[in-house]
């Protein structure tokens, strides 16, 4: 389809592994977010990429996360030593560039941490 | 910080009932605010947006009015339906990076 992929949409690992998640962008769409989504709350923003433009990490918890974004390709999400409270629903949402274009969400990689 | 607060669900309706889901924010600037829904087993869409002082918001059925003046952007509708239920989340954007800061949610279930 034309939507906002993610990969993989289920992912269990043990604690202390680290995880890569990966998004591949709607075509076209400069702008790339991840999100992060843990069990009964709303979305707490990660990091932004727009275009070549330094990315946005103002919301990355601690510095175990990081993310890659090559131009306007796919994005990875990299946690390394995970933990417990990792554990979270990870959505990415692409948007067009222009001001006010709404955010199309992928569906999201539920981690879970043993 | 900005932030959004909705009213605690779960909310549950009979069908054809009225609904309301309370959304107030806090923010700096002149924000942008939205209502995302997402269905059971589904990924997370944009209902409705609104991007100035009394703009009003409309999606199937669906509508939010911002208000400045008491920070809010209720979702109503004036007759519920069974496919309505889902997870309503009231968002706002404020940066021009369009970042979206998001409430909790709140759980719609619609009964026969």
């Known amino acids: 389809g034309a939507g906002v992929s993610q990969s993989p949409s289920n992912k269990v690992t043990e604690k202390g592994k680290d995880v890569e998640l990966r998004c591949d962008p709607i075509?076209?769409?400069?702008?790339l977010y991840w999100y992060r989504q843990r069990l009964g709350q709303g979305l707490e923003f990660l990091i932004y990429f727009q275009g070549n433009s330094a990315p946005d990490k103002s919301g990355l918890p601690s510095d175990r996360f990081s993310a890659e974004r090559t131009g306007e390709s796919v994005s990875t999400l990299t946690i390394q030593r995970t933990q417990q409270e990792d554990s979270a629903v990870y959505l990415c949402a692409t948007e067009p560039r222009g001001s006010n274009q709404p955010q199309h969400f992928g569906d999201g990689t539920r981690l879970s941490i043993l | 910080g900005d932030s959004v607060t909705q009213m605690e669900g779960p909310v549950t309706l009979s069908e054809e009932a009225f609904l309301t889901i309370n959304c107030t924010y806090t923010a700096t600037g002149y924000p942008s605010l939205f209502w995302y829904v997402q269905y059971p087993g589904e990924g997370l869409q944009l209902l409705l947006k609104?991007?100035?002082?009394?703009d009003k918001g409309s999606n199937k059925g669906f509508e939010a009015t911002y208000r400045k003046e008491t920070t809010s952007f209720h979702l109503e509708k004036g007759s519920v339906q069974v496919s309505d239920s889902a997870v309503y989340f009231c968002?706002?954007?404020?940066?021009?990076?369009?970042?979206?800061?998001f409430g909790q949610g709140t759980t719609l279930q619609v009964k026969p």
């Open positions: 968002a706002l954007s404020t940066s021009n990076t369009g970042k979206l800061i």
């Open positions: 075509s076209g769409h400069t702008a």
């Open positions: 609104a991007t100035k002082a009394d």
